[in-house]
């Protein structure tokens, strides 16, 4: 019988090694794959707050925008994030470093690293692809979204993280922004890109009376967008989950150094769900904005997922999603017609957010003696991702809106998108897919009934 050599210390402390990063990779594999689930959520979300004849139109845009975006990360994003934590001045080691050619940007059985975080900020740019795309529903030309969400995925979010979640971005180096739960770097450049390209858009027809009074434009399915946005809530568990930094024989640490675990995420990501479903039930009383208030919660809350009491958080939440309702009929007051509530939902809350964590959190410490948590610091960064979010997003549109490439023709919206830009039938057995309605007329004593253009 042979002998059993006793493994070495070195032998063990590699064993050890290569086990914490398998758990790692592991880890990131599935928030990524949960992450997949938000992207299911606002599919099934948009479609349902979608008339029937633009059904189908809704869902092919996000099924697209993931499509497109995640090969624009590759190409270009995931540099952007590396080489631009200073500003707009690239450190050029790092650019060429994470080009589509550098030997970490493919398999290489020495980096276990580089690919599961790329894919994970894939997912967070797919993200800010899908709440763009609820908030123009109905109007806007597929190309046109395809252009923006480029933009707003493939570049300007990954600028937004290198800015506010890189390591040495410069707002946390020089002002100590804190915004773990991505409530800027992904939410406030979603909400402000949107709402620019909605100035630009216009509303849908027949939104608004000539007085300025609003018609009610109600999707075909609230069920369905219920369950969407139940969906996204699952998959904000994998988001949230790529928030933080598994550090292998450590404790964990949040995007900036600072020690915390996902016990910390825990409390507070479920008692600012909570807290948003009953802010909004107090103002609403609607299924489809207490869902969207739950989600308006935990961004509301993100940025001090990792320090704030679990009481406190469910207060914060509850207050901003009372007050979202009440700033998307702000929004109607001045004809702007969001869809979706993609501002208010996504772009006050995480406003908000971070400006309310400026008050809560001013004074915490940071890591390696760079400048703590502060009011001014927290309000500086939110006006940041507002401007990075806003200004490109009004700029690109108003150009597409120039040459005539940002809105279907009026006759194509009448008869509906998924006739027009699909084409498909979402539901074939119905006549309303195709732009009609039933009308009732009498011709003497007889009734009769036909379709006219809805």
Not at 413 to 430: F, N, S
């Given at each position: ?92 080691d ?9 030997q ?41 979204f ?10 300007l ?27 800027g770097?992904v ?26 009074s ?8 609230m ?14 568990f994998?988001f ?15 995007i ?29 009383r ?25 009481g ?22 001045f ?34 003696g ?11 960064g ?13 700029l690109?549109?108003?150009?597409l ?54």
């Open positions: 019988m042979e002998d059993q050599q006793t493994p070495t210390l070195e032998e063990l402390q590699a064993l050890i090694e290569m086990t914490n990063t398998l758990n790692m990779e592991m880890f990131y594999w599935w928030c990524t794959a949960l992450m997949i689930l938000i992207h299911a959520g606002f599919l099934s979300y948009e479609i349902g707050a979608s008339r029937l004849k633009n059904a189908l139109a809704a869902g092919v845009k996000n099924i697209l925008a993931f499509g497109f975006i995640v090969p624009v990360v590759f190409l270009i994003g995931w540099a952007v994030y590396n080489a631009f934590p200073d500003g707009l001045v690239p450190r050029m790092a650019l060429m470093g994470a080009m589509p050619w550098s970490s940007m493919g398999p290489n059985i020495e980096d276990n690293a580089t690919g599961i975080f790329w894919g994970a900020f894939a997912l967070f740019a797919a993200t800010t692809g899908s709440i763009l795309s609820g908030a123009i529903i109905e109007r806007a030309r597929i190309s046109a395809l252009i923006l969400t480029m933009v707003l995925g493939g570049v979010w990954l600028l937004a993280a290198a800015w506010g979640w890189h390591p040495e971005g410069w707002l946390t180096v020089k002002w100590g922004y804190h915004d773990v739960g991505a409530a770097v939410h406030m450049i979603s909400g402000f890109f949107a709402l620019a390209v909605v100035i630009n858009l216009g509303a849908r027809i027949g939104r608004f009376n000539p007085d300025g609003v018609n009610p434009i109600v999707g075909h399915s069920p369905m967008s219920v369950v969407g946005l139940m969906l996204i809530i699952v998959g904000f994998g949230l989950g790529g928030c933080i930094i598994y550090n292998s024989g450590a404790q964990w640490i949040n900036y150094g600072q020690p915390t675990n996902l016990s910390a995420f825990s409390f507070n990501t479920l008692m600012g769900f909570a807290g948003g479903l009953i802010g909004a039930y107090l103002t609403t609607e299924p489809y904005w207490m869902m969207s208030g739950g989600l308006v919660g935990i961004i509301s809350v993100a940025p001090g997922l990792d320090l704030y009491h679990p406190l958080a469910y207060l914060i939440a509850m207050g901003v999603s009372a007050a979202a309702p009440l700033v998307n009929n702000l929004l109607l007051k004809r702007l017609d969001d869809a979706v509530g993609a501002f208010a939902v996504h772009g006050f809350s995480g406003f908000a957010g971070l400006v309310i964590s400026g008050i809560f959190l001013a004074g915490y410490p940071n890591m390696n760079l400048p703590e948590i502060s009011f001014l610091g927290q309000l500086g939110a006006l940041v991702m507002a401007a990075l979010g806003f200004i490109p997003g009004y690109i549109s108003y150009a809106k120039k040459f005539d490439l940002l809105r279907v023709p009026k006759h194509a919206e009448e008869r509906g998108l998924d006739l027009t830009e699909v084409p498909a039938q979402a539901y074939p057995e119905w006549d309303a897919m195709h732009g009609n309605a039933p009308v009732a007329r009498f011709e003497s004593t007889t009734l009769i009934v036909e379709n006219k253009p809805a």
